[in-house]
């Protein structure tokens, strides 16, 4: 089992930055892999950024050079910063967590709202 709490999100004016933060109840070592994913209102949750347990990481093209996701093992947390916010950005976002044990379980954090808006 994995909790996850997000917090960070918030609103924001276009051209913005925010950082969100998902700490996780163990150690990322023990995860394989980590992610953001975002839902906005009418549509489906999608992804947003991963982060493997090597440190490789993907985003979304909508995000690419907008976007960052690192994690700080230390403190079992992963972090998305996020600039230049528009307002199609405007989602909730959650943590996810995926650990592969013979199978794979996907964990799930509460989600953080970030508003972009003027």
């Known amino acids: 089992q994995v909790q996850l709490v997000e917090s960070g999100g918030g609103l924001v004016q276009p051209g913005g930055s925010l950082r969100l933060s998902c700490a996780a109840s163990?150690?990322?070592?023990?995860?394989?892999?980590m992610g953001w994913y975002r839902q906005a209102p009418g549509k489906q949750r999608e992804l947003v950024a991963t982060?493997?347990?090597?440190?490789?990481?993907t985003y979304a093209d909508s995000v690419k050079g907008r976007f960052t996701i690192s994690t700080d093992n230390a403190k079992n947390t992963v972090y998305l910063r996020m600039n230049n916010l528009k307002p199609e950005d405007t989602a909730v976002y959650y943590c996810?967590?995926?650990?592969?044990?013979?199978?794979?379980?996907?964990?799930w954090g509460q989600g953080t709202q970030v508003t972009v808006s003027s």
């Open positions: 982060i493997a347990g090597g440190g490789s990481t």
């Open positions: 996810n967590a995926r650990v592969l044990v013979a199978r794979i379980s996907d964990y």
């Open positions: 163990r150690s990322l070592y023990t995860i394989n892999a």
